[in-house]
């Protein structure tokens, strides 16, 4: 398992200094990505699960920015890394596919340029006329049709899906090991959606890279990944395989995330057992566990910060942060159609 | 439980269904018995060029005749992908886009082209909630001012209006005391709450809702949309709910319509749209969406279908579907189908149904909400 580790971050922390005061926007996140593995990252906006992932890539450093922790990746620190050096790895071996194609990609430019571009700079040896069919192959890899001529297309003549395929197509442009995701569907309508999540799984399969995954949407969480971490309020609250997590959820938070959706499958309840509250103000989040305020489970215990560790014996891999006895646990929580359910006041009749 | 019926599994009773069947087959719109009931509706978008004098050089079909009721106390979902017309259709119902032709009628009277002065007391029964609650709130007034004139529109002596904005404010669930903050001081959920809070203050019957949980968080539109639940039954209300999110549609809703380049698709009691999708479309919309749930997702089959919607410039001719459709023939690229009612209020605009047995098709009959430019052919099991 070491061996095919491809990224472990270790007690990663991301604090930024506003003119209100420290945020604390990541503290002590620890995951680990292997070759060939999605890992889906999800949260609810706030919880730092897109920070995390851009401050692997570097990009949230600036004045006012403290970072702690590691992130080993290849035998090189991501989070102490020189900007020098983080720049070769950064497009090369780690790509990044943000959620609004939009923005990332360079309205002036052709799209057959940029992805040119990104060849060239990366393999400085390459001719433009060999990056040129690189790019083709590339488009009609990632399912563009008449690839051959949108090169010669701006960003705006594409159609978001298609836009989304570009920017998939150029962090494929140099067969990165390992590939962010930061809600690469959530702009798209459903049908385009289904076939981008089937272009990151070809992917996968194809080149053995590792995915990490950043969504809020649980359904296209149990549709491509392989372990799943879940955060709130800058923490990793619980993390797992699918199967534990959406099986035998042990955070009461986990248990309010599943609860509260909507489902396509499933008939109309009374009510859906919502989450009450709102996520804390990382400026100051409360004491001990960040969900004790919403949590209808917290006890005298909870002012406490529990450490993320394994508590089921079965399940080495699944960690989580709850003070809350795993029998006490199994009373409280509703199995079956109805897992998920945080308060006794929410279940359905 | 509203009179009209909810269409779920728990009206289960003989009387119950037989009523909202009748409630829900739209052939019943012309006795005047529905809240509001849209005939033919069409909206285009002219496409304009030209440096001094503006040729017309395009439309934009963004509704292609749409023929809908809604009943008393019943919530109506729509659901699409974007650049379906849903927005569109929903902004002309409460005459924020002057329709191109077609008639809107709400009690029974035509609002198609009433003035400004005509529609006031309408607006009064009719309130709408966007989908961004950022921008769909005066950023420089403070809360008790967006409830006040709403309420002072109704009636409300000025006494009084400050004791009711409180108990507006309660009544969604936020804190009465927060009357004299600013939209900025509140987080989403709670903004989407004061402009359900500012609708709800002229006493409506309808509340037209545009994606009104979709800017929110999965935890927080459990809470907005129980809330929409609750309020619905203690003010009798009647919602429209736009969507894209099907799941969220198929929670609140007891009848779904389904929209594909301006035009409807399918329209069904919600839960057999689930079960008994007739049109292929439907059944590629509800293959895409992901079931959070792993074991299901593996064991379901999935057919994709390919490609992306065509521009509403330049519709293709016939079916608007058959671009991408795996059972398109012949005349579906050639002839427009006509929606086609089935058993139970069930009707679909599809030339080779699905899920039907020859029983239904035989009893199936053309719908009077059938587009005007519709073909005459039956629709067949192969």
Known sequence: MVEDSLLRVEDLGVS??????????????????HRGEVVAIVGESGSGKSVSVMTLMGLTRGPNARFEGTAWFEGRDL?????????????????????????????????????VEQIRVHEPGTTKAQALDRAVELMERVGIPHAGDRLRSYPHEFSGGMRQRVMIAMALSCSPKLLIADEPTTALDVTV??????????????????????????????????????????RVVEQGTLDEIFYDPQHPYTWGLLGSITRVDRDRSQRLPAIAGQPPSLLAPPHGCHFR??????????????????????????????WLSLEHKRGLRVVGDQIGLVSGEAVAP | MSPSGRLGPEAGGESVSAEAQATAVPET?????????????????????GLVIDRQIGQVHAVDDVSLALAEGETLGIVGESGCGKTTLIRALMRLIDPTSGAIRFRGRDITNASRRALAPVRREMQMVFQD?????????????????????????????EAESRQLLGRVGLNPEHLNRFPHEFSGGQR????IARALAVDPRLILLDEPVSALDVSIQAQVINLLDELQDEFRLSYVFVAHDLSVVRHVSDRIIVMYLGKVMEVSPAAELFSKPIHPYTSALLAAIPIPDPNENRARSRPLVA??????????????????????????RTVEPQLTAYAGGHLAACHHPQNVTAHELAAASRSAASPLSAGQEKPRRE
């Open chain 1, 16 to 33: 930024f200094a506003t003119e209100d005061g420290v945020v604390r926007a990541v503290d002590g996140v620890s995951f680990t990505v």
């Open chain 1, 79 to 115: 989070i102490s890394a020189a900007d020098a050096e983080l720049h070769k790895v950064r497009g090369a071996e780690i790509a990044m596919v943000f959620q609004d194609p939009m923005s990332s990609l360079d309205p002036v430019y052709r799209v057959g340029d940029q992805i």
């Open chain 1, 193 to 234: 959606q289904a076939q981008i999540l089937d272009e990151l799984r070809q992917l996968r399969d194809d080149t053995g890279a590792g995915i990490i995954l950043v969504t809020h949407d649980l359904g296209v969480v149990a549709d491509i990944a392989d372990r799943i971490v879940v955060m709130y309020a800058g």
């Open chain 1, 293 to 322: 305020p919403r949590c209808p489970h917290a006890f005298k215990r909870c002012v406490e910060v529990p450490a993320l560790i394994a508590r089921v014996r079965e399940a080495p891999g699944h960690l989580d942060r709850c």
């Open chain 2, 29 to 49: 719109r012309y006795d005047g018995s529905a809240l509001l009931d849209v005939e033919h509706l069409q909206i285009l978008f002219p496409i304009k060029a």
């Open chain 2, 133 to 161: 609650p950022q921008a769909s709130l005066n950023p420089r007034k403070r809360v008790g001012q967006i409830l006040g004139t709403p309420l002072r529109l109704r009636g409300v002596q000025r006494s009084r209006i």
């Open chain 2, 192 to 195: 989407q709450r004061i402009g």
């Open chain 2, 307 to 332: 490609g992306e919607p065509p521009n509403p410039v330049r519709p293709p001719p016939g079916c608007r579907f058959h671009t991408r459709c795996p059972r398109a023939t012949e005349v579906c």
